[in-house]
């Protein structure tokens, strides 16, 4: 699954986005649900997100150049915002349409074929979701695993759309149908609200997780010469672009070809295990602290600040 890039992953996301568009849509034409339209409008916001995460996606992977030294990978948490706005304003129009048909109930038609084709293209979003999701982690896209969840909620939205407008049509009271479309509605500015909040974190240089700086730990703990210890450890990440910089302690009569060397030594191994960009600020070890007493070699980690 991993061979898979986020840019096939997010173009097999647009045709599921069409696909599943033409298929709700069906379902609203034979049944004149307004549940089933709700469901179809969020079908349009995956379209327009999955074209947007494309872009940003494809813009991220451009290499860094002079004006973005640093690369282009924040580019992706535009995308989750984009999405979520877009989650906003749908929600808002199924909130007023569902309004206007709580006020003028009207009968719903067949459900049958309606109800297929609804739970068809549900099991379209299901099967792209896992896949994005997938993707997005062995990538570490952002907006691959957002547009993935954004997906899964589409799923559950339309089993409670099924549900609800297969129970309006057994009972006869008509007004379940704008009452479902309104809890959809609910449901999809939440995660609407989720996307906008994780867009926000990632702009201001979020940390990395626990478990990932662990794994540099780990690793510049088991790489690190005798006599070096490393400290300040600090990390950020730009989509799927880490960085993470240290002090690295060396001993002070050390030249400084030889700790240069131990910290590319060390830059080198961070990226190949973690993929994360380390920066490294050299540190000498007083005398003191590797002669005798408090100084000898095996106590050098008891003076890291």
Not at 20 to 43: P, Q, R, V
Not at 185 to 206: Q, T, V
Not at 233 to 255: K, M, N, Q, S, Y
């Amino acid at each position: 699954m991993t061979s898979i890039t986020p840019r096939q992953a997010l173009l097999l996301s647009l045709a599921a986005a069409l696909s599943t568009i033409a298929m709700k849509t069906g379902a609203w034409w034979l049944t004149g649900s307004i549940g089933y339209l709700s469901d179809a409008l969020e079908s349009v916001v995956n379209l327009a997100g999955a074209g947007f995460a494309l872009w940003m996606v494809s813009y991220a992977q451009r290499p860094a150049d002079e004006d973005h030294q640093y690369g282009h990978g924040k580019a992706e948490y535009f995308s989750a915002a984009f999405e979520g706005g877009l989650i906003f304003i749908a929600a808002l129009i199924i909130l007023l349409t569902a309004g206007e048909r709580l006020l003028n109930p009207q009968p719903i038609g067949a459900l049958g074929l309606g109800t297929l084709l609804s739970v068809g293209a549900s099991l379209i979003n299901f099967l792209v979701a896992r896949v994005l999701l997938q993707v997005g982690r062995a990538h570490r896209s952002v907006a691959l695993e957002a547009d993935a969840r954004h997906l899964m909620a589409d799923v559950w939205t339309t089993a409670g759309v099924v549900c609800g407008v297969g129970l309006a049509g057994a009972t006869g009271w008509s007004w379940l149908d704008p009452v479902v479309a309104g809890a959809v509605a609910l449901n999809i500015l939440r995660e609407g609200w989720e996307l906008m909040r994780r867009s926000i974190d990632g702009l201001m240089d979020r940390a990395l997780s626990e478990a990932e700086v662990a794994a540099i730990e780990r690793t510049l703990a088991e790489a690190a010469p005798p006599g070096c210890f490393h400290s300040k450890l600090t990390t950020r990440a730009a989509g799927a672009l880490h960085f993470a910089h240290i002090e690295l302690c060396v001993p002070g009569d050390w030249t400084v070809a030889e700790a240069h060397a131990v910290a590319d030594a060390l830059e080198r191994v961070v990226l190949e295990r973690t993929g994360t960009r380390l920066a490294t600020h050299l540190e000498p070890i007083p005398p003191t602290i590797l002669q005798g007493g408090e100084g000898h070699p095996d106590r050098a980690a008891a003076a890291r600040p």
